[in-house]
């Protein structure tokens, strides 16, 4: 059986935990065969640490021709200009930094569609994408997503700033930001991929609607997200455990990554 060969763009937390399962759990259906990192010394020192050693890329393009499966784990900044080319060369590809792609995604699709390569996005750090991607073949009405963050979470951060938010002392939850998925993205970049990701699947980021609040009591990340749609009300709660090497990112995020790579080898596919 032809074995799918992967190259991982991006060795830092979701890269390598994403190595280290493609050779451990999808040894059978899958070869992972180049790393290429920015700073090739990660993607050396990633390379180190595997049993079966993939190639360490010296550029993107030359990862891409040793690949047919791509996962871009790189960054916001890089990553719609690697999903370009990778989808340019007819390779598949799945996309970890969603919220950089938002804006282009229109456009990788066209490509996609003309190169015949695919685009995963996995849910990444929420759930309820199975909902609202089923809710959607009806018609959504409203999604709302409610990020909870600890307050320590909101320090420094340049909007919390600009609108001298005082956040010193709070004793019940308070809401620092309401508008668009598109305004979200552009004043908190860290929430850039949970928003992205909820209006590629759904209603698109101008429509879908986020709240963002600062809370006393929580120690962890929460996203609750709401769908309201011609087949019911959708309601899920995502309590977030962070990534041991990254503190910005979630562990779900990684194992949804895993189940996305799982759903593309199986000839099984559960869920929406
Ligand atoms: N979809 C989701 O829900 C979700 C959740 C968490 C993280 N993410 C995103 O996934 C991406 C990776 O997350 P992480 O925690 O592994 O980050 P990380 O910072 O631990 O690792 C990123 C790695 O990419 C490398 N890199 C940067 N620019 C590059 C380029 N142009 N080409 C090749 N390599 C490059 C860096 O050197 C680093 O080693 C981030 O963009 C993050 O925002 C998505």
């Keep these: 059986m032809h074995k799918v060969r ?37 993607a050396r020192k990633l390379c ?11 550029t993107l393009g030359t990862l891409i021709r040793q690949s047919d499966f791509v996962v871009e784990a790189a960054g916001a900044s890089c990553a719609s200009g690697i999903a370009q080319r990778v ?18 995604y229109p456009r990788l699709c066209e490509l996609a569609k003309k190169k015949g390569s695919r685009i995963f996005i996995p849910s990444g750090a929420i759930s309820g994408i199975d909902g609202l991607r089923a809710a959607g073949c009806g018609t959504i009405k409203k999604v709302i997503l409610t990020t909870r963050k600890p307050v320590v979470a909101f320090r420094g951060v340049p909007y919390v700033m600009r609108k001298k938010l005082s956040l010193e002392g709070i004793t019940s939850d308070k809401i620092i930001f309401e508008g668009s998925a598109l305004e979200a993205i552009k004043y908190f970049p860290q929430n850039i991929n949970v928003a992205a990701t909820l209006s590629i699947a759904g209603i698109g980021p101008r429509r879908t609607r986020v709240r963002i609040v600062a809370s006393p009591k929580i120690n962890r990340n ?19 455990v962070i990534h041991p090497s990254n503190p910005k990112t979630s562990y ?5 990554a895993l189940a996305t790579l799982k759903g593309m080898l199986d000839s099984v596919n559960v869920g929406t």
């Design 222 to 240: 929460i996203h609750e997200v709401r769908i309201e749609s011609t087949a019911g009300v959708i309601v899920s709660r995502t309590e977030n």
């Design 87 to 104: 989808i340019s060369a007819a390779k598949d590809i799945m996309i970890m930094s969603v919220g950089g792609v938002l804006r282009d």
């Design 6 to 42: 992967i190259g991982i763009v991006g060795c830092g937390a979701i890269g390598s935990s994403l190595a280290q399962a493609i050779l451990s759990d999808f040894s059978e259906r899958a070869r992972l065969v180049a790393l290429f990192d920015i700073d090739s010394r990660k």
């Design 252 to 256: 779900l995020a990684v194992l949804s």
């Design 48 to 58: 180190r640490r595997l049993k079966h050693r993939p190639a360490v890329a010296s």
